[in-house]
């Protein structure tokens, strides 16, 4: 069984003006399918490759060492990206509503207060990577940043809300204003589905 790339839940241009129609056709069809297709080579003949990438990224201690790092590079791209187009949406940005919008409040004072934690460990993550928001093994939210594709299940946590603060994903538009990217990325989340995100990991 091989990994498929996921199509995207609405057009390359939906998103404009904060991500561009080139820089999301270029990100989805080579630089996602990229990692799915070199996600899908290293695990090929292998009982891996049965398994849902989420848990493939959690049990990666377990992963053989020849193909961990290919595995932890590119199932990382490949999950990380997975979650990422669906957590954005032409109709999304404001504020959360729901069960995720108390959590945020009790855990992070306020919205604003969140979106300013979110947003300092997006735009200071040193080189390439992301911003997370996920949900720890306590059912809690913790917001931090990966390295390169490094994926947050590596480390026992479930992904709820991400942002690729990765160049591919903003210089076009942006060149090297990460801060203004990451600025106009919370006028497209898609808080709804955050929202279900949490209620299923929490
Ligand atoms: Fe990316």
Do not use: C
């Amino acid at each position: 069984m091989a990994f498929e790339l996921p199509d995207l839940p609405y057009e390359y241009d939906a998103l404009e003006p904060h991500i561009d129609e080139q820089t999301m056709r270029i990100h989805h069809t080579k630089h996602h399918q990229g990692y799915t297709n070199k996600l899908n080579a290293a695990l090929k003949g292998h009982d891996f490759a049965d398994l849902p990438i989420e848990d493939v990224l959690r049990r990666i201690g377990e992963v053989p060492e020849g193909i961990r790092q290919a595995v932890i590079n590119n199932g990382g791209g490949y999950a990380n990206h997975k979650l990422f187009w669906t957590v954005l949406s032409p109709n999304g940005g404001g504020a959360p509503s729901g069960d995720i919008a108390d959590a945020i409040n009790d855990e992070f004072g306020s919205f604003d207060d969140f979106k300013e934690e979110f947003s300092s460990a997006a735009t200071g993550q040193f080189g390439s990577g992301w911003g997370w928001l996920s949900v720890d093994e306590g059912g809690g939210l913790k917001v931090h940043s990966t390295p390169n594709q490094n994926s947050p299940y590596m480390d026992g946590l479930t992904p709820i809300l991400g942002v690729d603060v990765w160049e591919h994903a903003y210089y076009l538009n942006y060149q090297n204003e990460r801060g203004t990217y990451v600025d106009n990325f919370w006028n497209i989340v898609n808080w709804d589905q955050v929202n279900e995100y949490f209620n299923d990991a929490s």
